[in-house]
């Protein structure tokens, strides 16, 4: 699944913060290379800079010094604009809090990256009602995030990461709000995504025994640095299908 | 993004927040009310007012009058004083007179829109068993659109050559204390009529009638004798439109001017003119009244019809004060008005700055799915843009409605006076998108800083936020 050219490539990545005179080094040279296909999970406590380097490498904040290629372009250097379709067309995030904005039913939280990326109208349908399959919420649709579960509310955070076929999907910490069954599911479901669809993805979060059980690399952050880099031989060994069922038929069918 | 989307995105937006952005729509439509009511009133004003003066006809008409002074002598009036004018005037040029050919020739001139004469002339009116001495006038078919007839009880002349009158509402209490009542009824009217007569046959023996007659003709072309008229009443009036009409006001009974001229009723300039025009018989005019399209264009009309060799008279000075004073009016009422909307647009800016605060996750959201710094500029600016297009036309809407509420106020209280209503207030087509289209720039204006702060977010901050 892998490949030996690196998808992301992170060289000397700090960001520091200035609160006053003092400087806070939230990530601290930190330098990482993640080849197309991985499952990596980026673990550490409250502080460590996991969620910042995330950032970092998603696009929604620049490093203060370094620089990050991905496929071959330094998002330290892009301007704004570019920074911008780098998220929109490179990248898909799903959020701890799932961020489904409260106003807008599912399918239109789900429609939102394609009309940011000005895709045809009779097109977006398609692909919105195809990404909402993928995660098996074809059926709520028109419900508002506030009248769907904790689950179902991060599935469509999926759905809607998924809906502009990016190569990259960051997740933040995606089951800190959910309960021990859900945040399975929704690992399984990202594990079945990166390993249908050969998606590159990257995972904040602090529990490790979930992110030894599903990420195929472990990557251990502490006060800003890089403490340990290892691969997960047993997650990448254990079949992406083995508790998600359900989700087999639908994520064959999107794959052709 | 596409505007398609923009705009979808803001609409639904502002209906989210529905409360909150309903107000502050309100308050635009608030401030473009009170500019197009202010705005609606002195249009409505000016357009009165003009309307008054134009269909009073005294600021778009020349008056013109022969040099020989016909408007001077009434029915057996001075018969000295314009034979030395005559023999003045015999010594540079001869006077022209104030004729058919003459009136065509004022009408040809350019900025002309009719040239008629005035026929008024005394009569004896007969009703209801009472007889009455009145004056009567012939009122132009024109006077039909000019608003002199606008506050008639009854109808207006049914054609141009009608046996018909309308009476001043005056005249008619005189006649009937229910004035409404005389309408259908016949007025019989007794004047003196002119009559052209072939020249005398000197070698006809002559009796005693036949003399009398010489004297009251002067002996050729014209006798005057004394007539009767039947007309149909067919309204009452209680303004003077024959202000309007060429003369200064005056008459009691006003009849179609080709009527008028048909009943050929002696006019001053008879007297005048058979007595020096050594017999001859071809009808002048005692005045004439030419119209113009514009009061502007008076001074320059009067001008050519002096070359012509004829009198004129016009109240040319007093519009162009009246001008000045509406648009200073004006710009008044403009200035009040804009400084509602300045307010609306303070709370534009309030709402929109709020909205960024209330939304600032869903800025950074979007943000993270690859909006834009413009699209989410682009965003706000169109929401603010929306409620200023919809504050503007609820606000021109509302301003049509107060300027309908103080037209109707004022009706009421001039009618409690005994006046005929106005209408004060007008939107013109001009004002209503003019009005919306301001609404809609000083909204965008407002929205300026709040679309500029929201598209600035950092998308990783506005995440955070709770």
Known sequence: MTSTTPLIQAQNVSRHYHLGDSTIPAVNDISLEIRPGEFVALLGSSGSGKSTFLNLLAGLDRPTSGAIHVRGRNLAAIDPTELA????DTVGMVFQSFNLLPRMTLAENVELPLRLA???RAERAARV???LEHVRLAARSRHRPAELSGGEQQRGAI?????????ILFADEPTGNLDSVNGEQ?????REIQSSLGMTIIMVTHERPLAEQFATRIVTLGDGKLKSDTPNASAALQPANATAAPAQSATAEAHQ | MKTRDLTELAFRNLREAILRNSLTTLGVAVGVASLVAMLSLGVGLQTLASQKLNSSGLFDAVYVTSKRGGMRGGPGGDGDRPRRNDEKSAKSEPVKPLDETARQEFEKLPNVTEAYPQVRFLTEARLNGKSMSIGAIGMPDSSRKTGSFDNIAGKYFSSPTADEA????????????????????EITLRYAQRQETPPPDTNKPKDIDDELDDMLSGGGGISIVSHDKKLRIVGIIDTDPSIGAGGFGGARIFIPLKTAQEMRPAQGGDVNEFVRASGSAKPTYMALTVRVKNPKNVTQVEDAIKKLGFNTFSLQDATRSLRLVFTVFDLFLGLFGSLALTVASLGIINTLVMAILERRREIGVLKALGATDRDVRSLFFAEAGAMGLLGGIFGVAIG???GQALTWGTTIYLKRQDLPGVKISYVPWWLAAGAIAFAVIVSLVAGLYPAARAAKLNPVEALRYE
């Open chain 2, 400 to 402: 049509w409605l107060i």
């Open chain 1, 186 to 190: 929704i690992l399984q479901l990202l």
């Open chain 2, 166 to 185: 309308i009476l001043h509402s005056e005249f008619a209490k005189d006649l009937d204390p229910q004035p409404a009542s005389l309408v259908g009824k």
């Open chain 1, 159 to 167: 759905a809607r990461a998924l809906v502009n076929r990016p190569s």
């Open chain 1, 129 to 131: 009602q195809s990404a």
């Open chain 1, 118 to 120: 000005e895709v045809d």
């Open chain 1, 85 to 88: 379709a780098y998220r929109r």
